[in-house]
Structures are given as structure tokens and as C-alpha cells.
């Protein structure tokens, strides 16, 4: 079945270091593939998405590339902020006939230290 | 603009009682989804709504889920004869309900059964 894998946090950085959360997907054809961020607190957030093979996601710094060969979408920042402090999880929604929910990787935790 | 709202914030039941749910969607989202989030883990898809019509109900976990959205806007999830194993965050999403349409998160509801 489709599912997502997240690399396992948590991952503590200090401010203005560069950022790599790592996720992979299984699924069969072309899923569309997303990027939610949840700040403490607050509701899950679509922080980007991309829906085929080669598109970049981008947003607020951060970016993602859907790779069909790796079945990967790793999220990256050049420089992170305190503020980005936050849990990440990947998804992704496969179509066709599909509905659009969402199957999400487990999450990973980001803590930047000033 | 109001975004997805739920009720109550936070529940505790005893083991064994029942629990209501409540989901505000925004205002002219035809799709509504339920998501259980257990601690330290992903959102997991329980069912889908298009407008009244419960198209998806593979996630919901037994029979003592019960979802419904009887005017095709405010929905409620209904859990009879609550178990320890049923705490979890329930999350409730909406959105336009085109294919690849952000998902919109609302706060969730944090249940504890004790």
C-alpha cells in the first residue's frame, strides 16, 4: 500500500544552519506529494506541494523536489529561524478515483536554538 | 476569515462512555475529512465526506466510529463505548474539493479516556 517515511527527529539546529528532513514515499504512479507544518499550538499547516514528477515546491524559505527515480521529497532550508521551530510531516495523496485524503509520514521535530 | 473550527477542544471520558465530535468546515468546502493522530505519530485518515455523501469510511478503526455530515456542512464523529486505545487527537480538515485542494486543519479535539 502507499505509505511515507520520515527521517526520525528530533533534529536540533542552531540558527541560520542549513536544513534537510528527509522522507521518502511508496506508492504506485504519480501521487501528489506535501509538506505540513504544525507550530506548537496551532493546526497542521500546508507549508508546500508539488504534484508531478520534477516540480520544486516553495514557501517561506523552504523548498522540496518531487523525484519520481528516488521516490523522494526531501524538505530544505538555507538558514533556518527560531521561529521555524515546529514538527514537519510528509504526505502524500495518490490518485485516481482517489478522494484526496492524505497518508502522512510519522513527522519529525525541528528545534532551532539561538 | 474563519477557518475550520472543532469542539470540544479537549474531552476525557471514562472507558465505556460515548463522545460527539464536533467539526465547523469553511464555509462552501465540499470535502470534509476525520484524522486520528495518536501521540508522537502521523495524522491517519478515518473518513470522507463529499458534501452529505460519506464516500470513505476505510480508516475508521471499528464499528463504534460513526461519522456523519447530514446537511453537507457541520459534521460530527461519534465514538460508542470509548476504549484507553481510542485517545488520540481527532483532527478535522476541509476543502474546495478539487483534486491536488489544500487541505485546511482545524485545531483538533484531544480526547483522553480514562
Known amino acids: 500500500g502507499n505509505s511515507v517515511t520520515q527521517m526520525e527527529g528530533p533534529v536540533t539546529l542552531s540558527e541560520e544552519a542549513f536544513l534537510t528532513i528527509n522522507c521518502t514515499y511508496t506508492?504506485?504512479?504519480?501521487?501528489?506529494l506535501f509538506w505540513y507544518v504544525q507550530y506548537p499550538g496551532e493546526g497542521l499547516q500546508l507549508l508546500l506541494k508539488a504534484t508531478k514528477a520534477d516540480d520544486k515546491g516553495s514557501n517561506k524559505g523552504f523548498e522540496a523536489t518531487y523525484r519520481k527515480e528516488t521516490t523522494s521529497f526531501h524538505l530544505e532550508k538555507g538558514s533556518v529561524q527560531v521561529s521555524d521551530s515546529a514538527v514537519y510531516f510528509c504526505a502524500l495523496s495518490h490518485p485516481p478515483g482517489n478522494t484526496g485524503k492524505l497518508i502522512f509520514g510519522q513527522g519529525t521535530t525541528l528545534q532551532v536554538k539561538p | 476569515g474563519a477557518g475550520v473550527s472543532q469542539s470540544p477542544r479537549y474531552k476525557v471520558a471514562k472507558r465505556g462512555q460515548d463522545v460527539a465530535l464536533r467539526c465547523d468546515p469553511i464555509s462552501g468546502h465540499v470535502s470534509l475529512f476525520w484524522y486520528q493522530q495518536a501521540l508522537g505519530q502521523g495524522p491517519e485518515f478515518l473518513t470522507y465526506f463529499q458534501n452529505e455523501a460519506q464516500l470513505d469510511k476505510s480508516g475508521l478503526p471499528s464499528d463504534r466510529f460513526f461519522a456523519e455530515r447530514p446537511e453537507g456542512s457541520v459534521s460530527t464523529l461519534k465514538i460508542q463505548r470509548t476504549q484507553q486505545e481510542d485517545s488520540a487527537v481527532y483532527l478535522c480538515?476541509?476543502?474546495?474539493?478539487?483534486?491536488?485542494?489544500?487541505?485546511?486543519f482545524g485545531p483538533g479535539t484531544r480526547l483522553t479516556v480514562t
Open positions: 506508492a504506485t504512479g504519480y501521487p501528489s
Open positions: 480538515a476541509s476543502s474546495l474539493g478539487l483534486f491536488g485542494s489544500e487541505q485546511y
